[in-house]
């Protein structure tokens, strides 16, 4: 899966726009350069863009893709919103289990828009930014 990524400085939000196929289980990957400059930069709001990607999971697959996220580099202190396009059952589902798993701040926007105004109106969690 290709990646193009770019940073919002003023307002601290690294966004990621994937473009392929995601299949199961084989191509969960991370991205460590990627994670690695948005943690050296202080960036703790993430939108992950995968509204190019061909999506080919089911609902099994997406429970066990949520519980692999922390592979991604991600921590449950980061505000992350994943912008998609159709399947939205598929990603409403995807959001519960996210959150029932721990991942409070991980939400998912059929509009970019929606999810970019609820990143600007998400403050850093105390853990991320204590040193």
């Given at each position: 899966?290709?990646?193009?990524?770019?940073?919002?400085?003023?307002?601290?939000?690294?966004?990621?726009?994937?473009?392929?196929?995601?299949?199961?289980?084989?191509?969960?990957?991370?991205?460590?350069?990627?994670?690695?400059?948005?943690?050296?930069?202080?960036?703790?709001?993430?939108?992950?863009?995968?509204?190019?990607?061909?999506?080919?999971?089911?609902?099994?697959?997406?429970?066990?893709?949520?519980?692999?996220?922390?592979?991604?580099?991600?921590?449950?202190?980061?505000?992350?919103?994943?912008?998609?396009?159709?399947?939205?059952?598929?990603?409403k589902?995807?959001?519960?289990?996210?959150?029932?798993?721990?991942?409070?701040?991980?939400?998912?926007?059929?509009?970019?828009?929606?999810?970019?105004?609820?990143l600007?109106?998400?403050?850093?969690s105390?853990?991320?930014?204590a040193?």
């Amino acid at each position: 899966m290709k990646y193009r990524n770019q940073t919002d400085e003023i307002n601290r939000i690294y966004c990621i726009e994937l473009d392929g196929e995601l299949k199961m289980p084989e191509n969960i990957q991370s991205y460590p350069e990627v994670m690695d400059f948005a943690r050296e930069n202080n960036y703790y709001k993430f939108v992950f863009d995968v509204r190019k990607v061909n999506i080919n999971v089911n609902y099994f697959d997406s429970f066990h893709l949520i519980q692999h996220l922390d592979i991604l580099g991600l921590k449950r202190t980061d505000n992350v919103a994943l912008i998609y396009s159709g399947k939205e059952e598929l990603f409403k589902f995807c959001e519960t289990v996210a959150y029932n798993r721990g991942w409070h701040n991980f939400r998912f926007f059929g509009d970019y828009s929606e999810g970019q105004k609820w990143l600007l109106s998400a403050h850093p969690s105390k853990l991320a930014t204590a040193s």
